[in-house]
């Protein structure tokens, strides 16, 4: 235990600002002020895999850690779809996930909006194959505000294509 | 014969063949009347690769005490995708049959059903409880959600159109399923692999190792109530993450493994970083050692024996943590010479399971160090000429021993086959819980960290 706080009060903060260039920090601020004038300062997402390789999960897992801190902007991710604004949804959307998806989006209050993450939301983009055990096609079962891509995005790119979704967002 | 390794059929011409793989060889049987023997009364993980054939293929299993479907949810129509005669893109929905659930009944005794969806960011998967009041009774995995038809995808395609795809099997294992396809494609074309090219594989399936290494050390004692950790562990997991990100352009080393990275143009950022990931790790292990709260719920928690381990032929991390020695890295020259060294601990708890990581982390660390300084450029062999047959080949992937087969015909693939160490690893995961109360599962669950995408492909 001493060995703890001699390091707790000796080191400095580790993860700040370390690679996050000026930019991440510009869209930091503005996540942070569009959240709080069009979210009332908390936006719930509930992050939905319906067929994913498990990057993308990691990835927005890897938002929440230190050098991220998405709490720290007002963007949580919540537990329920009952509790969220924001469905987050990656993943192919195999054929035994697509009912539980659909389910999903019927759960959340209204209103609702439904963001897709990682190239194989859009079969076309993705290196999958259509096959029999695949239903694809999200945007025609759910109507989908915005898409972010890459495979796997990075958290920045996530981070980013929340802001873009904010801006597109009319209120 | 010793450790069943994996069960599946493929066609040899127009014939279906059974192939049983165990751990002394592979035994190959042509099927007569669409009829096989079921052997899950003596390896009970068979149960699982026999379920799935049945589904795949209608071939009837004799003696089996489980005929359930297992790919093939509630809505799913009766086909069999995996015969040759099947070739259908889509598929309709057909109304609810109810799955019966292995359920312990009697008065007082209660069902929890958890999943698909589930209250973290983790991946879909159901999970069904027998209660009596906090104690589990017994816990039914059962998952197949992910089912892609990722084996019926590859059919047809060459070697080279298939690396994309199961780069993005599961993406947490990515360097591990690249290697294994790497193997067979030098096993094809009947070349030596270059030493370097070797080593900066190792180089990168144990970055790979550490990334999923350092984020369990957090998520571990995160759900056992230590949440400080779970800040540290994914710091160290994001420092990884970036370096593997320099050095192969992806996050998760996506379609890096068949290419000439220069990893030696960038040995010094390699070592900055092996010597101050040594340090931190030393340092929250000294740490985490000092939490008796901590330890309260790790120590006893989840307990496989070692006799169950064996029975149920364990891999990976969770058989190491119950004594069973099972490591694909041992049989390597490469691992040997750069000072790998197994990991082995004898309770079978939660506990064990966490120091496997602790010092396969520490370990893999040591290797890299090793496996940089030797490393020289190479370039990539220009063959193309893949000769026909079947290739397997085994890679130790962060959570245990993943195989892979390819059967070519005509320089196609005929059959892709690939058996997840979760496969196997989730059969026995109920075996961890009857000492244990509900609220104890996440952190036993944790503390195997399986894939749900491997297993489901």
Same mark, same amino acid.
């Given at each position: 235990? @001493?060995?703890?706080?001699?390091?707790?009060?000796?080191?400095?903060?580790?993860?700040?600002?370390?690679?996050?260039?000026?930019?991440?920090?510009?869209?930091?601020? !503005?996540?942070?002020?569009?959240?709080?004038?069009?979210?009332?300062?908390?936006?719930? @997402?509930?992050?939905?895999?319906?067929?994913?390789?498990?990057?993308?999960?990691?990835?927005?897992?890897?938002?929440?850690?230190?050098?991220?801190?998405?709490?720290?902007?007002?963007?949580?991710?919540?537990?329920?779809?009952?509790?969220?604004?924001?469905?987050?949804?990656?993943?192919?959307?195999?054929?035994?996930?697509?009912?539980?998806?659909?389910?999903?989006?019927?759960?959340?209050?209204?209103?609702?909006?439904?963001?897709?993450?990682?190239?194989?939301?859009?079969? !076309?983009?993705?290196?999958?194959?259509?096959?029999?055990? @695949?239903?694809?096609? @999200?945007?025609?079962?759910?109507?989908?505000?915005?898409?972010?891509?890459?495979?796997?995005?990075?958290?920045?790119?996530?981070?980013?294509?929340?802001?873009?979704?904010?801006?597109?967002?009319?209120? | 014969?010793?450790?069943?390794?994996?069960?599946?059929?493929? +066609?040899?011409?127009?014939?279906?063949?059974?192939?049983?793989?165990?751990?002394?060889?592979?035994?190959?049987?042509?099927?007569?009347?669409?009829?096989?023997?079921?052997?899950?009364?003596?390896?009970?993980?068979?149960?699982?690769?026999?379920?799935?054939?049945?589904?795949? %293929?209608?071939?009837?299993?004799?003696?089996?005490?489980?005929?359930?479907? #297992?790919?093939?949810?509630?809505?799913?129509?009766?086909?069999?995708?995996?015969?040759?005669?099947?070739?259908?893109? $889509?598929?309709?929905?057909?109304?609810?049959?109810?799955?019966?659930?292995?359920?312990?009944?009697?008065?007082?005794?209660?069902?929890?059903?958890?999943?698909?969806?589930?209250?973290?960011?983790?991946?879909?998967?159901?999970?069904?409880?027998?209660?009596?009041?906090?104690?589990?009774?017994?816990?039914?995995?059962?998952?197949? %959600?992910?089912?892609?038809?990722?084996?019926?995808?590859?059919?047809?395609?060459?070697?080279?159109?298939?690396?994309?795809?199961?780069?993005?099997?599961?993406?947490?294992?990515?360097?591990?399923?690249?290697?294994?396809?790497?193997?067979?494609?030098?096993?094809?074309?009947?070349?030596?692999?270059?030493?370097?090219?070797?080593?900066? &594989?190792?180089?990168?399936?144990?970055?790979?190792?550490?990334?999923?290494?350092?984020?369990?050390?957090?998520?571990? =004692? &995160?759900?056992?109530?230590?949440?400080?950790?779970?800040? #540290?562990?994914?710091?160290?997991?994001?420092?990884?993450?970036?370096? #593997?990100?320099?050095?192969?352009?992806?996050?998760?080393?996506?379609?890096?493994?068949?290419? $000439?990275?220069?990893?030696?143009?960038?040995?010094?950022?390699?070592?900055?970083?092996?010597?101050?990931?040594?340090?931190?790790?030393?340092?929250?292990?000294?740490?985490?050692?000092?939490?008796?709260?901590?330890?309260?719920? #790790?120590?006893?928690?989840?307990?496989?024996?070692?006799?169950?381990?064996? +029975?149920?032929?364990?891999?990976?991390?969770?058989?190491?943590?119950?004594?069973?020695?099972?490591?694909?890295?041992?049989?390597?020259?490469?691992?040997? &010479?750069?000072?790998?060294?197994?990991?082995?601990?004898?309770?079978?708890?939660?506990?064990?399971?966490?120091?496997?990581?602790?010092?396969?982390?520490?370990?893999?660390?040591?290797?890299?160090?090793?496996?940089?300084?030797?490393?020289?450029?190479?370039?990539?062999?220009?063959?193309?000429?893949?000769?026909?047959?079947?290739?397997?080949?085994?890679?130790?992937?962060?959570?245990?021993?993943?195989?892979?087969?390819?059967?070519?015909?005509?320089?196609?693939?005929?059959?892709?086959?690939?058996?997840?160490?979760?496969?196997?690893?989730?059969?026995?995961?109920?075996?961890?819980?009857?000492?244990?109360?509900?609220?104890?599962? =996440?952190?036993?669950?944790?503390?195997?960290?399986?894939? %749900?995408?491997?297993?489901?492909?």
């Amino acid at each position: 235990m @001493i060995r703890f706080w001699k390091k707790r009060f000796t080191s400095k903060i580790v993860t700040d600002n370390l690679k996050l260039d000026t930019e991440m920090i510009e869209i930091k601020k !503005e996540l942070k002020s569009l959240v709080a004038k069009k979210f009332a300062r908390s936006l719930s @997402i509930r992050m939905v895999d319906s067929g994913s390789c498990n990057a993308c999960e990691s990835e927005c897992n890897a938002l929440s850690n230190p050098y991220y801190n998405l709490d720290r902007l007002g963007i949580s991710f919540v537990a329920s779809p009952r509790h969220a604004d924001v469905l987050l949804v990656s993943g192919v959307n195999t054929f035994n996930m697509n009912h539980h998806l659909i389910d999903a989006y019927n759960q959340m209050p209204s209103p609702k909006y439904v963001i897709t993450v990682g190239d194989c939301t859009k079969l !076309e983009d993705s290196v999958f194959d259509k096959t029999f055990a @695949i239903a694809g096609e @999200i945007d025609k079962k759910i109507p989908v505000s915005y898409h972010i891509k890459g495979c796997a995005p990075t958290p920045n790119e996530i981070m980013k294509g929340l802001l873009m979704f904010l801006k597109s967002f009319p209120k | 014969m010793g450790r069943l390794i994996a069960r599946f059929v493929q +066609y040899n011409n127009q014939n279906l063949e059974l192939v049983d793989v165990f751990e002394s060889g592979c035994e190959k049987k042509i099927i007569k009347d669409e009829k096989i023997d079921s052997i899950s009364k003596t390896y009970p993980t068979a149960r699982w690769f026999e379920r799935k054939i049945k589904d795949d %293929y209608n071939v009837t299993i004799q003696g089996a005490y489980d005929n359930r479907v #297992l790919l093939h949810h509630e809505r799913f129509p009766k086909i069999h995708p995996m015969r040759k005669e099947f070739n259908k893109k $889509s598929i309709d929905e057909v109304d609810f049959t109810p799955y019966p659930y292995e359920v312990i009944n009697g008065e007082g005794v209660f069902n929890v059903s958890v999943g698909p969806i589930h209250a973290g960011i983790i991946e879909p998967g159901h999970f069904h409880f027998s209660q009596a009041g906090e104690q589990i009774l017994h816990l039914e995995v059962r998952h197949f %959600y992910k089912y892609r038809g990722i084996e019926k995808m590859c059919e047809g395609k060459t070697i080279e159109e298939i690396e994309k795809i199961v780069a993005r099997i599961s993406g947490n294992e990515s360097v591990a399923y690249q290697s294994a396809l790497n193997s067979i494609k030098f096993q094809s074309l009947h070349v030596k692999e270059d030493i370097n090219q070797q080593l900066q &594989n190792a180089i990168l399936l144990e970055l790979e190792r550490l990334v999923h290494h350092f984020t369990d050390i957090g998520f571990i =004692p &995160n759900d056992g109530g230590f949440g400080a950790a779970l800040s #540290l562990g994914s710091k160290y997991a994001e420092d990884s993450k970036e370096i #593997l990100n320099h050095l192969s352009g992806s996050r998760f080393g996506f379609d890096s493994v068949s290419q $000439s990275l220069h990893l030696e143009n960038k040995k010094d950022m390699l070592l900055e970083f092996v010597s101050n990931m040594t340090k931190e790790i030393e340092w929250f292990e000294d740490w985490v050692s000092d939490i008796p709260s901590l330890w309260d719920r #790790l120590d006893t928690t989840g307990p496989l024996s070692l006799k169950e381990a064996k +029975y149920y032929g364990c891999v990976g991390v969770v058989a190491r943590g119950s004594g069973l020695s099972n490591d694909v890295r041992n049989k390597s020259e490469i691992y040997k &010479n750069y000072g790998f060294k197994e990991a082995r601990d004898s309770v079978g708890d939660v506990a064990s399971r966490f120091k496997i990581r602790l010092f396969e982390i520490k370990n893999s660390l040591q290797m890299v160090k090793n496996m940089i300084r030797d490393l020289k450029s190479f370039d990539i062999s220009t063959c193309k000429e893949f000769k026909d047959g079947e290739f397997d080949s085994f890679v130790e992937s962060s959570i245990g021993e993943l195989y892979m087969h390819i059967k070519l015909k005509d320089g196609l693939i005929e059959r892709f086959y690939v058996r997840d160490p979760s496969f196997i690893n989730w059969q026995a995961l109920h075996l961890m819980m009857p000492k244990d109360i509900i609220a104890d599962f =996440p952190l036993i669950n944790k503390s195997c960290d399986l894939s %749900y995408a491997g297993n489901d492909l």
